[in-house]
């Protein structure tokens, strides 16, 4: 039987980290998967969450099964971290959080509520987009259409297009949007504009699931933050798929969360059922360790302002980063603009090479770059930004 079957096409992302891994040029540059690196080239593990693990090894007194919804104590914090403890959402409970393997978790979670529950049959989602949005929408039964969001010649968000197409969506319908740090273009709105997203997103009687898998990563948490409480007005509804991968460094662990707000405390217990009847038989229940160590540090002030300070640290390191690459690249090609590398923010930046041009980097320079010209910043070092400026340039010189 299995003869029968093709196989699936390679990751467009992941796909590339094998070519990577098989290159033997010693000088090879990966800015390829979103992974932090730091100087070095390394992912390190955060001196907060090493103390947290240190914490819950000694304590720790059984693996039993989490709930469904998973830790109690992480749902919260989430929500808080988020919202702000004080924000009207938490204090009027009117959201259902549920933690999930991940923030690809929470968005497979989401659309299998969305589409057995509401019977949603279309999600709207930014052109461009994360490459695993429409897959992971589509398995979930959800048909996936586009809405114009990047302007190659700014580099920055074509607004006025975005909401043209927001005010001709059919009411119900579910719009992604990524709340801070666009992924793969590094470009976000300014506040006034998620304003008038938000305005147009709530008048078109369209459903909003915000993407937020940067927190912390952008500008600051309180300001990245800053999106999402333009959409969580009092009476509201939307979803909000979490990620502790980036902004606590637990890319292995698979920590994330979903939160649905309702428009009252009344629909929440339903909505909670709901959310534990699609997790049931997905994955049953999620998994503990990475989820404790969130809680772990967010119960503790020492341990927060720890964290606060890493992920500053990581922060800076990429916008440090984004900066050097613009110096060098308008050093390297004095004729060609290049600030906007600087403006864009989180781990990731268009660059506006085409896919023949990243072919070339690949096969001539041994310079990893995903097809739509989308660079990990992150990757970017200073032992390495000569080298990378220089075939870029070479390449777009040519």
Known sequence: ??????????????????????????????????????????????KCVKAAERRLLD?????????????????????????????????????????????????????????????????????????????????GGIEVKNYPYFDADSHGVNVDAMLEAIRKMPAGNVICLHACCHNPTGADPTMEQWKQIA????????????????????????????????????????????????????????????SVVTQNRDAVKTVDSQLKATIRTNYSNPPEHGAAIVSTILNDADLTAQWESELAAMRD???????????????????????????QRGMFSYTGLTPEQVDRLREEHSVYIVRDGRINVAGISHANVDALCAAIAKVLAD
């Open 1 to 46: 039987m299995f003869e029968s079957i093709e196989a699936a096409a390679p990751d467009a992302i992941l796909g590339l980290m094998e070519v990577f891994r098989a290159d033997g040029n010693p000088d090879k540059i990966n800015l390829t998967v979103g992974v932090f690196k730091d100087e070095s080239g390394l992912t390190p593990v955060l």
């Open 59 to 139: 304590n720790e007194t059984t693996k039993t099964y989490l709930p469904i919804s998973g830790l109690s104590d992480f749902c919260r914090q989430t929500q808080e971290l988020y919202f702000g403890a004080n924000h009207e959402v938490v204090t009027s409970s009117r959201a259902a959080t549920v933690q999930t393997p991940g923030g690809t978790g929470a968005l497979r979670v989401a659309a299998d509520f969305l589409k057995h529950n509401l019977g949603s049959d279309t999600i709207w989602c930014s052109t461009p987009t994360w490459p695993n949005h429409p897959k992971v929408f589509k398995a």
């Open 199 to 258: 305005d147009a997103v709530y008048e078109r009687g369209l459903l909003p699931l915000l993407d937020f898998a940067y927190l912390g990563f952008g500008d600051g948490i309180q300001q990245d933050a800053a999106a999402l409480l333009q959409f969580a007005r009092p009476e509201t509804e939307l979803l909000v798929a979490s990620s502790y991968s980036k902004n606590f460094g637990l890319y292995s662990e698979r920590v994330g969360a979903l």
């Open 317 to 343: 390191r990429i916008n440090g980063m984004r900066t050097l690459f613009t110096q060098k690249m308008s050093e390297k090609l004095p004729d060609r603009e290049f600030t906007f590398i600087e403006r």
